[in-house]
């Protein structure tokens, strides 16, 4: 390795770097995205059984004392739901929170691609320079030994790109596994996003829920007629982007279980 560095030129040094803070950033978003995935499934384990029965102030208060990003959905949804007057008011509130949520997700991941680019191209400046050297050097030397110092010095000036490429497909690989477990993540808010409001629609129409809303406890949204609008869409709606592919999900649970988990 350290005759790799020694031999290759000032530009590995840069071309490391990179790859190392690439690797860093990668390392910090794949542990935030497992810490959030993990705790979105406990707690979802804990909501849905309140919610099934319509117990939406204990919900409330589960969702209160966790940080994870459902709790944050939930805690905007269940907080609307004794001041909206119909459930377009809960439904854009809840929107509204993945708005601020995605970022979070999100955050630094682009990075990786550019870094990727910025990797490849360091890699091939360096070798450019280095068969410019190695020509230079070649022209000046005894004849005899032209064909010897020619292919040693290609061969030290590909190192650049060598390591160019390594840095290149790590991180973009990082990338492709980071942007897939994040639409993961996201996919799932939307699904749990659809199942609350399908428990608020499910309790309005239950005579015990309704005697309890009629005694205060919960004031029930009126639903507007509106056709049918699917997670997907409504994403692209205040995103502006296509719809990604979505990952299997469970009917009991909206998260996808990791290999090994």
């Known amino acids: 390795v350290v005759n790799f560095f020694r031999q290759g030129g000032v530009f590995l040094y840069p071309i490391a770097l990179v790859w190392i803070v690439g690797l860093i950033i990668a390392l910090e978003r794949v542990a935030y995205l497992t810490r959030v995935g993990a705790g979105n499934r406990r707690l979802w384990s804990q909501l849905q059984p309140l919610l099934a029965h319509g117990r939406f102030r204990e919900a409330l208060n589960a969702a ?18 004794q001041s909206a007057r119909r459930r377009d008011d809960i439904e854009k509130a809840m929107e509204e929170s993945l708005v601020e949520v995605i970022p979070r997700l999100e955050k630094r991941t682009h990075y990786l691609s550019a870094l990727a680019n910025l990797g490849m191209l360091l890699g091939l400046l360096g ?22 110092l020619l292919a040693a010095s290609i061969s030290v000036a590909m190192n650049n790109t060598a390591l160019g490429l390594v840095t290149a497909i790590t991180l973009l690989f990082a990338h492709l596994y980071l942007e ?12 749990a996003s659809v199942k609350f409001l399908n428990v608020l629609n499910e309790k309005k129409q239950d005579p015990e829920s309704l005697q309890e809303a009629r005694a205060g406890t919960i004031s029930w949204p009126t639903q507007r007629s509106r056709s049918p609008t699917s997670p997907g869409s409504r ?8 719809e990604r592919s979505r990952s299997g999900t469970s009917r009991g649970c909206p998260w996808p279980r990791t290999r090994g988990g």
């Not at 966790?66 to 939930?74: C, G």
């Not at 320079?129 to 000046?140: D, E, K, M, S, Y």
């Not at 897939?180 to 996201?186: D, M, Q, R």
């Open 127 to 148: 070798t450019v320079v280095g068969l410019i050297g190695a020509f230079a050097a070649v022209a000046q030397a005894n004849p005899a030994e032209k064909a010897s």
């Open 235 to 242: 994403r692209r709606a205040y995103r502006g982007t296509p």
């Open 180 to 191: 897939t477990k994040a639409t993961e993540i996201i996919d799932s808010l939307e699904v």
């Open 64 to 81: 209160s004392e966790s940080h994870t990003a459902l709790a944050h959905l939930m805690r905007y949804g269940m907080s609307r739901i």
